[in-house]
């Protein structure tokens, strides 16, 4: 098949070109997302195959179990027969989207090999969707593409998803303090948690590392102790620190043993660890983490992605990075199906940590597809014909690209005037354990979505789907 490839800023174009492409045949796009999630390891993927899958426990390396008897994964049971696809248990498998651009790519091949009618079919593997989508927000309308539709595998295997979380970014910059040189002995203090897709927190089991990072904080501050580097994320946070003395040390200890006497997860994990190093170091600058202390304290617990679920939102910290000025940045999920809810959540960040920056991601998508009700049928009815059983319309607790392009990429990114609108759907496709090295990946799920996507293509030939 001859393709038209283009490296856009919003990521990887690719038209599909063919001697049986209509030019009067209603322009459609398809969209996936290149990138996966960081909060599992993610490099040096091995997939192991796990043919005529009959319900039993997967146990992969590192004593990670794949098994239906678990919380969120008891859906794994209905693949019986089947085949699945998990990592080795070091990694996540990255089926979110790596299903999606799988299916959309033999969809192409399917339709030039067998010469199915299409007309302009664009298809989009997107850039950093997990960090915010930002490449989908780069995608003009005006010139990247004619599609009058989009369609976006990138959904739990089932689903159609017709509305979306409303959703901000609240960040806050913590810079390196210069500080008197001083010595002493490292500690590395751990703070463990189970990571998960944090819309699915309470579904899937999530616990959240930074429960307890205001009460060491505060022991650390007790011990006269200086953090010199903070990483990590929802699943586990580390922290770096230099005590500054035998005594200090001593504190360290006795305060930690009589603060976090809790017992260990089935790993023999802590939810905090202090390891003293036997390396000495030197530090002249620390960094103070008080505005992350306020903020995390200010969060109503039944208000974190471990704790909600339906129709509920959070406020969930999710991340710290580090910039090569050294400045480190926590950045916050704010989400919620209704905009005054999160205004309402952008008002409690502000209110604990006045300087924090927050910036809009996304917007739910479900008023503009109110407007498009044949829209939302027809797809539905094309993942009926492929053999979906019982079609969920889903409210999806997170976002993806085809909630950008339902609103406009030009509001989207703070254009004073609405830019063309694509309306446009995000179709099920992914097993379960997203985010997570649990990740797994049923191939029927794959082949159904290619059998959609020809569906949608026969649609596009005979009827404006709106």
């Avoid at 398809?30 to 996966?36: N, V, W």
């Avoid at 910290?317 to 090569?324: D, G, K, M, Q, S």
Wanted: with cysteine; charged share 25%; glycine share 10%.
């Amino acid at each position: 098949m001859e393709y038209q490839v283009d490296f856009l800023p919003a990521g990887l174009r690719i038209r599909a070109y063919t001697t049986h492409k209509d030019e009067n045949i209603v322009p459609i796009m398809f969209g996936a997302h290149l990138d996966t999630s960081d909060d599992a390891p993610n490099k040096g993927v091995e997939v192991l195959v796990h043919e005529n899958y009959q319900g039993q426990d997967l146990r992969l390396q590192n004593e990670v179990l794949v098994s239906p008897r678990l919380k969120g994964f008891e859906k794994l049971d209905t693949y019986r027969g089947e085949t699945i696809f998990t990592s080795n248990g070091t990694t996540l498998l990255g089926g979110d989207d790596k299903a999606g651009i799988a299916a959309i790519m033999t969809f192409l091949e399917y339709i030039q090999v067998n010469k199915e009618a299409h007309g302009e079919v664009d298809v989009f593997f997107t850039y950093d969707e997990e960090t915010g989508l930002d490449g989908a927000c780069l995608l003009n309308p005006e010139t990247d593409t004619k599609a009058k539709y989009g369609f976006v595998f990138d959904n739990e295997d089932g689903q159609l998803g017709v509305d979306s979380f409303n959703a901000a970014g609240a960040y806050i910059d913590i810079q390196r303090e210069q500080i008197s040189e001083r010595t002493g002995q490292v500690v590395k203090v751990k703070l463990n948690g189970h990571p998960t897709f944090p819309g699915h927190g309470k579904e899937k089991g999530m616990i959240d590392s930074y429960r307890n990072l205001p009460a060491v904080i505060e022991v650390l501050n007790e011990a006269n102790a200086t953090v010199t580097n903070i990483s990590g994320g929802v699943g586990s946070i580390e922290l770096e620190v230099l005590v500054h003395s035998a005594e200090s040390l001593t504190t360290l200890a006795q305060i930690t043993d009589s603060r976090f006497e809790i017992s260990a997860d089935h790993k023999g994990r802590k939810p905090v660890e202090f390891e003293v190093t036997s390396n000495e170091g030197t530090a002249s600058y620390g960094y103070n983490l008080g505005k992350v202390v306020s903020l995390v304290s200010a969060i109503p617990y039944e208000m974190s992605a471990e704790q909600t679920d339906d129709r509920q939102g959070y406020v969930q910290p999710y991340n710290f990075t580090v910039a090569e000025n050294g400045t480190i940045t926590l950045m916050t999920l704010l989400r919620d199906f209704e905009t005054d809810g999160l205004n309402a959540k952008k008002g409690l960040v502000t209110a604990a940590v006045p300087d924090i920056r927050i910036k809009d991601q996304y917007m739910n998508k479900a008023e503009v597809l109110k407007e498009s009700p044949q829209l939302v049928d027809a797809v539905k009815e094309a993942m009926s014909t492929a053999g979906i059983k019982n079609v969920e319309l889903a409210a999806v607790r997170g976002g993806d690209e085809s909630g950008v392009y339902t609103l406009s990429v030009q509001t989207m990114i703070g254009k004073p005037e609405p830019g063309r609108r694509i309306p446009s759907v995000n179709i099920g496709i992914m097993g379960g354990g997203a985010h997570t090295v649990q990740e797994y990946q049923p191939l029927s799920a794959m082949v159904k979505a290619v059998y959609t996507a020809l569906e949608i293509n026969k649609m596009a030939v005979w009827k404006d789907l709106v």
